[in-house]
């Protein structure tokens, strides 16, 4: 059964800090995506990235990066020189393609950006 | 162009009661995903619709039931509510249905039940 495990339920930076996410996942299927995903205050989830699991090429955007490690089924989310409104909810999620592709969720982890 | 919205945002029912929440996706979507969301079991998938047909569903006991217009708009519906049902209920589209398809879902605000 595909599993998504966010070992850091909340984690608390001082503002510039980076801080980096972690999402260890589990699947049984050789094609699946990973996606994170940020829930503010106001409660909808806003998309951030979808990686496929051919494609481990580590992403940045901005001072957001992604770091895709098949080895480890790991696929960690590093916030760089963090700010206030980095605070949210930030979610982890995965999908395998060949099954119901259902999306998958992690427990989320609470960031806390303090000024 | 508008987002995803959910109506009714605030509701408080008591044990027993039914509610139906609704959920108009964002033009031109024709998937509609719907997810529980509390604090100790986090984010579970309840239902997807796609062209009015239901094509996949989450571990909910039959209490939890949806449908979609032709319209796409969905609304799903739990009976005999209980105080676990107390969640925020939220509600995502997009063009097509499937990771492999898409996978940006849009969600809206959600709907935050309250079971007393």
């Known amino acids: 059964a595909q599993k998504v495990t966010q070992a850091q339920t909340e984690i608390s930076v001082v503002e510039k800090e980076d801080v980096t996410l972690d999402c260890v996942y589990e699947?049984?299927?050789?094609?699946?995506?990973l996606f994170w995903y940020k829930q503010p205050p106001s409660g909808e989830l806003v998309f951030l990235i979808r990686r496929n699991s051919f494609d481990e090429q580590n992403e940045i955007s901005g001072r957001y990066s992604w770091n895709f490690q098949k080895s480890t089924s790991s696929f960690n989310f590093t916030i760089t020189a963090s700010q206030v409104v980095d605070s949210a909810v930030y979610f982890c999620a995965l999908s395998e393609a060949n099954r119901d592709d259902k999306i998958i969720f992690g427990k989320g982890t609470r960031l806390h950006i303090l000024p | 162009k508008a987002g995803v919205t959910q109506t009714p945002r605030y509701l408080i029912k008591t044990r027993g009661q039914q509610v139906t929440l609704s959920c108009s996706p964002i033009?031109?979507?024709?998937?509609v995903s719907w997810y529980q969301q509390t604090p100790g079991q986090g984010l579970q998938f309840l239902f997807e619709?796609?062209?009015?047909?239901?094509?996949n569903k989450g571990n909910f006991p039959g209490r939890f039931s949806g449908r979609q217009f032709s319209n796409s708009r969905s609304e799903m519906n739990v009976s005999t509510l209980e105080l676990g049902d107390s969640a925020l209920y939220l509600c995502a589209s997009s063009f097509q249905r499937g990771a492999a398809n898409t996978g940006e879902l849009f969600f809206g605000e959600g709907s935050r039940l309250t079971v007393l």
């Open positions: 033009s031109g979507h024709r998937s």
């Open positions: 699947t049984r299927d050789t094609t699946y995506y």
């Open positions: 619709y796609f062209s009015e047909t239901q094509r």
